[in-house]
């Protein structure tokens, strides 16, 4: 099936650094979401964006529509130990009948205390 | 609850047993998920429920794979003779249209081993 193309796959950063993750496609979707995934949990939604260009921060978290519609961009600023799990963008072609949701593969996050 | 909420969180089958997975999504949400994660695999696609229309059901990767949806609400998933490589955990999610646009939010998952 299609696949959204995330990059990078994973990272291991010191904390209080910051953190840019990002995913393209060759299609276009009418919205994009950023989720994270702890150990053992379902993924939890952190940014919704429903409009190309639309820039949406949430705490430390800042993520991006890109302009093309074929793109999108998650920053965590000042990075914490609890920032530790796994990001996962994804697409959505629908929106007002709502669709399916495309996941990227998924960007495994490592901060050193 | 307010969240999505699956069971049985945890379920140990024999080869060869069928499985029943039970979602409840949030109230007041019309379109329902069913996602497939492997270890350390992303999401793939199983199954989609919006309303009264008929359900995608293109990600099913067999015909040991069928789900329904009753009353517009509760959605069960069946496997039927289960196969080792079923062994993965099975999200649900639920969303509703909004003012923005449809938000999809998920449930813990149940995990799936296959011995």
């Given amino acids: 099936g299609q696949q959204l193309n995330q990059s990078p796959q994973s990272m291991f950063i010191q904390e209080g650094e910051d953190v840019s993750m990002n995913c393209t496609s060759s299609s276009i979707f009418n919205t994009w979401l950023w989720y994270k995934q702890d150990p053992g949990e379902g993924p939890v939604l952190l940014i919704a964006l429903y409009k190309a260009g639309e820039l949406t921060s949430n705490g430390r978290l800042t993520a991006q529509f890109g302009i093309t519609r074929k793109d999108s961009f998650l920053n965590i600023s000042a990075s914490i130990p609890s ?6 963008c994804a697409g959505q072609k629908g929106v007002t009948s709502g669709s399916r949701l495309t996941f990227g593969e998924g960007t495994q996050l490592t901060v050193n205390p | 609850g307010a969240g999505v909420s699956q069971s049985p969180s945890n379920k140990v089958t024999e ?38 229309s008929a359900p ?27 196969q080792q490589e079923d062994s ?19 449930g813990e998952g149940s995990w799936l081993t296959v011995v």
């Avoid at chain 2, 695999?41 to 989609?48: D, S």
């Avoid at chain 2, 067999?62 to 003779?81: H, K, N, P, W, Y």
């Fill in chain 2, 56 to 82: 995608d059901k293109s990600g099913l990767p067999s015909d040991r794979f069928s789900a329904e949806r009753t009353g517009g609400s509760v959605s069960t998933l069946t496997i039927q003779r289960t």
């Fill in chain 2, 15 to 52: 080869k060869g047993k069928d499985v029943e997975l039970r979602c409840d999504p949030i109230s007041g949400h019309t379109a329902l998920y069913w996602y497939r994660q492997s270890l350390g695999q992303g999401l793939e696609f199983l199954i989609y429920f919006q309303g009264n």
């Fill in chain 2, 88 to 106: 993965a955990v099975y999200l649900c999610a639920s969303s509703v249209i909004g003012v923005s646009g449809n938000t999809i939010y998920f």
């Fill in chain 1, 83 to 88: 920032d530790v799990g796994i990001y996962f």
